[in-house]
């Protein structure tokens, strides 16, 4: 088999050969079978040494690689991945190695991304596209995603997350059992440092989500980051709720609406939202719903104060509001 990027097959080469060695100049060959004269020079040396098999593709890879890293580590590194799916900056602190060295471990291993996975079962489930594009404001306080998520209210006991699938209730809905709900989770993140505030609150109701904006700029003011513009999608509770409008106004902030069906233009407090449902949400099974909103705070601040991000080279969201810290 050629190597992808290969100009030639064995086939072609043995021709390009016969032709040399018929006499040709090997300038007119290489030209007329797309190759350069040093690649028709390589060729016909391997004719001449190796014959036919000289014609083959080999491997580049080295016969000792006296750097790589020892398999005990490799080991450790793909355990901790495969058992508790965290980051590679988080990896790379427990295993004593760099991320970069943790990101070939898993790509030599043929795993998976993070993103890929359920985050209760590990199983991929999904696949995604990804950009090499980035932007990003140039202070904290400049720009302030918000959105709110949606999740359904965790029954007493845990329910299936915690007994299993095969107790799952099929029949709910038709009268046999009340429904639960859901929880909406208001999300706030600081597009320049990932600083984050989330509060699990009981709708997205115009009041509710000004009482979410005031409370947030409160945090972010706690920490010395002044709100100037706000992102949210075009829902009424946002665009046309007087008490949303005037919890804005009282910030001096202006409004910013992304353009309809384009939710990648708040696509920060989007992967916020991802992020809070695998580390948080559905990392593992609670017996109430009580408890699961108890755990937000605190899974906040490690978020915030703790958890490496790649956004951030590598070092939690406070970094870039607090350089010292």
Not at 80 to 86: G, L, P, V
Not at 159 to 182: E, T
Not at 183 to 194: E, L, N, Q
Not at 292 to 297: I, K, P, Q, S, Y
Request: hydrophobic share 35%.
């Amino acid at each position: 088999m050629s190597h992808r990027n290969a100009k030639l097959t064995p086939a072609g080469r043995l021709i390009l050969v016969r032709r040399i060695l018929s006499g040709r100049p090997v300038a007119h060959v290489a030209k007329e079978m797309g190759v350069s004269r040093q690649c028709a020079h390589r060729w016909i040396g391997r004719y001449r040494d190796q014959g036919l098999s000289g014609l083959h593709e080999r491997s580049s890879r080295p016969h000792r690689s006296p750097g790589r890293t020892p398999a005990l580590v490799a080991k450790r590194v793909l355990r901790i991945r495969r058992d508790e799916r965290i980051g590679r900056d988080e990896i790379a602190t427990r295993a004593g190695v760099s991320p970069a060295t943790v990101s070939r471990i898993i790509a030599r291993a043929g795993l998976a991304p993070l993103h890929q996975l359920d985050p209760v079962t590990g199983i991929r489930i999904r696949a995604s596209r990804r950009t090499s594009h980035r932007y990003e404001r140039a202070a904290p306080g400049d720009l302030i995603h918000i959105d709110v998520k949606k999740l359904g209210r965790v029954p007493e006991g845990g329910g299936w997350r915690a007994d299993g699938p095969d107790v799952i209730d099929h029949n709910r809905g038709r009268g046999q059992s009340k429904k639960l709900g859901m929880d909406h989770v208001h999300v706030a993140v600081d597009d320049h440092s990932r600083l984050a505030y989330a509060r699990v609150l009981p709708d997205e109701k115009g009041a509710t989500c000004a009482e979410f904006l005031a409370d947030a700029a409160a945090f972010f003011s706690a920490h010395g980051v002044q709100v100037r513009e706000v992102m949210t999608d075009n829902a009424l509770h946002y665009r046309r709720s007087r008490d949303f409008q005037a919890a804005i106004a009282a910030l001096n902030a202006k409004h910013v609406l992304m353009r309809p069906h384009s939710p990648w233009q708040n696509g920060k407090a989007e992967r916020f939202n991802r992020t809070l449902q695998e580390d948080w949400a559905y990392r593992r099974p609670f017996t109430s719903n009580q408890e699961r909103v108890d755990a937000l705070g605190p899974w906040l601040d490690h978020y915030n104060y703790d958890r490496g991000h790649t956004a951030c080279g590598g070092r939690p969201p406070i970094s870039r509001v607090s350089p010292t810290h």
